[in-house]
C-alpha cells in the first residue's frame, strides 16, 4: 500500500487487496463485508504474538487497568475517527451485542413503551419483544412509507411518539431498505417527550461520515466489520455520558465494577486481536482516501439506479435518503415471499457467480445493491443483464 490515495484506480484494479474469489461478482459487502488482505495480516501478526507468549499478552495488553492499553489504545484510534473520547467506546462483537446490553441496562415496566420501526432488523425486533415481554413493557412499531421521503419519515415519527416512549430505536441506515434516516430531523422529535434514543448504526461508520459525540443520543452502536474494513467481530457501543452511567455489559465478569466503558473490556478469554488490529483497518480506508471513495461509490450506486430503471426497478427512497448501499423495488404480480427472495439470491450466485442481498419486505421484492471501491460499472451491468435473462421483472 505505496500508492497515495489519489492514484489509486477503483474498482477491478483494487480486487487483489481483498481474498474475493475472481470469478465472482460481489455485490453484497453490506451484510458480512469483505476484509482487506493487509489487515487480515495485522490480525495474523497479533495472533501469533498472542499464542507466543498468552500470559504476557493477555495481562499487558488486554486486561483492564489504570490508564491506556493496547486495547484501549485501539479505541483511541477509532474515536478520532467518529469525533469522540474514548472513554464514551465500548468494543463489543457486534451491534446486536450491543443492542442487547442497552435493553439489558433499561429500566422497563409496564405501561412503558419501546419504539422500533417495520424497518428493524429483525434480530433486534426479537431482542425488543423479549425485554417487553420480561418487563411488561411493549413495543410500539412505526411504520414509514415506501418509496418514501425524508418529510414522510420524519412526519410517521412525530405522530407515532407518546409520553409512554421510554427508548426509541432508531436505524442510521436500514438494513432491508438501505434508507439514510435524517437523523438530524428525527432525532429532536424522538426528544419532545424525554425517550431515550438508541441508533442502530450497523451499516453506518466508514460508510457515510460519522460524529458520534454531535448526534447527541444516548447509545450509537455500530459493526467495524462492514464498511470500515475491521476483521469480522468488530463493534463498538458507544454511550453519552448520562448513559453510560446505566450501562451495563451482558456478561459480569472481574472488572464490572470499573463501568462503562471498560467493564466491557474484559468479558473473559477470547480472541482481542479483531479490535487490535482496528488501527490497521482505519490506515487502510485512510489509504484509499475517504472523499474519493465515497465519491466512486455514490457514482456506482446512480449507475446502478440507471441500469435497473430499465426493468421498471425504483428505489425505495428518494435521493437525499440513499448511501452506497440501495434497496430497489422489483416489479412483479403478487405478494413478494422469503421463499422468492431466496430463490433470486440463489439464481444470481448459481448461473452467474453474482452475490446481491434480496429480501420480501411487505408485499415488495427487494434487490439490495452494495457500491464498494473494489466494484466495478461492468458488475453493475452484469446483475442487470442476468435479472433480464432470467425474467425476474414480473417473475
Known amino acids: 500500500m505505496q500508492a497515495c490515495a489519489g492514484s489509486i484506480e477503483f474498482g477491478h484494479g483494487l480486487r487483489p487487496h481483498w481474498h474475493l474469489a475472481p470469478d465472482a461478482r460481489f455485490l453484497n459487502h453490506g451484510s458480512f463485508g469483505a476484509c482487506p488482505k493487509a489487515v487480515l495480516a495485522e490480525q495474523d501478526r497479533l495472533r501469533l504474538e498472542m499464542e507466543a507468549q498468552p500470559d504476557a499478552f493477555m495481562r499487558e495488553r488486554i486486561i483492564p487497568r489504570e490508564g491506556r492499553n493496547a486495547l484501549r489504545e485501539a479505541i483511541a484510534a477509532l474515536a478520532v475517527s467518529i469525533g469522540t473520547h474514548p472513554d464514551r467506546i465500548a468494543l463489543i462483537e457486534n451491534a446486536t451485542a450491543g443492542i442487547q446490553a442497552v435493553l439489558r441496562s433499561m429500566p422497563l415496566e409496564a405501561g412503558d413503551e419501546v419504539l422500533i420501526t417495520d424497518h428493524t432488523y429483525n434480530a433486534v425486533r426479537l431482542i425488543v419483544e423479549a425485554r417487553c415481554a420480561e418487563t411488561g413493557a411493549r413495543p410500539r412499531r412505526v411504520d414509514l412509507p415506501m418509496p418514501a421521503t425524508a418529510d414522510e419519515i420524519v412526519e410517521r415519527f ?86 453510560a452511567a446505566i450501562t451495563r455489559p451482558l456478561v459480569t465478569s472481574h472488572f464490572v465494577g470499573m463501568g462503562f466503558p471498560r467493564a466491557f473490556d474484559w468479558p473473559g478469554t477470547r480472541d482481542y486481536t479483531a479490535w487490535l488490529a482496528l488501527p490497521a483497518a482505519l490506515r487502510f480506508a485512510e489509504w484509499l482516501g475517504r472523499e474519493r471513495a465515497s465519491a466512486y461509490r455514490a457514482a456506482l450506486i446512480e449507475h446502478a439506479t440507471q441500469s435497473l430503471a430499465g426493468f421498471g426497478a425504483a428505489p425505495v427512497g428518494s435521493d ?76
Request: with cysteine.
Open 158 to 243: 412525530r405522530e407515532a411518539l407518546t409520553p409512554a416512549v421510554r427508548l426509541a430505536i432508531i436505524d442510521h441506515i436500514t438494513s432491508p431498505t438501505a434508507l439514510l434516516l435524517p437523523l438530524e430531523r428525527i432525532v429532536p422529535e424522538l426528544r419532545r417527550w424525554g425517550a431515550r434514543v438508541l441508533v442502530d448504526g450497523a451499516h453506518a461508520v466508514g460508510h457515510v461520515a460519522l460524529d458520534a459525540a454531535a448526534l447527541a443520543v444516548d447509545w450509537y452502536v455500530s459493526n467495524a466489520h462492514k464498511w470500515l474494513f475491521a476483521p469480522k467481530g468488530t463493534a463498538f457501543l458507544h454511550a453519552s455520558a448520562d448513559a
Open 320 to 395: 437525499d435518503l440513499g448511501c452506497a448501499m440501495r434497496s430497489y423495488i422489483l416489479p412483479r404480480q403478487g405478494t413478494a415471499t422469503a421463499e422468492q427472495a431466496e430463490l433470486l439470491m440463489s439464481t444470481l450466485w448459481q448461473r452467474h457467480r453474482i452475490q446481491a442481498m434480496a429480501v420480501a419486505f411487505g408485499a415488495a421484492l427487494l434487490l439490495r445493491v452494495s457500491a464498494q471501491v473494489y466494484v466495478d460499472p461492468d458488475d453493475i451491468d452484469a446483475l442487470a443483464s442476468a435479472l433480464g435473462r432470467d425474467g425476474w421483472p414480473g417473475r
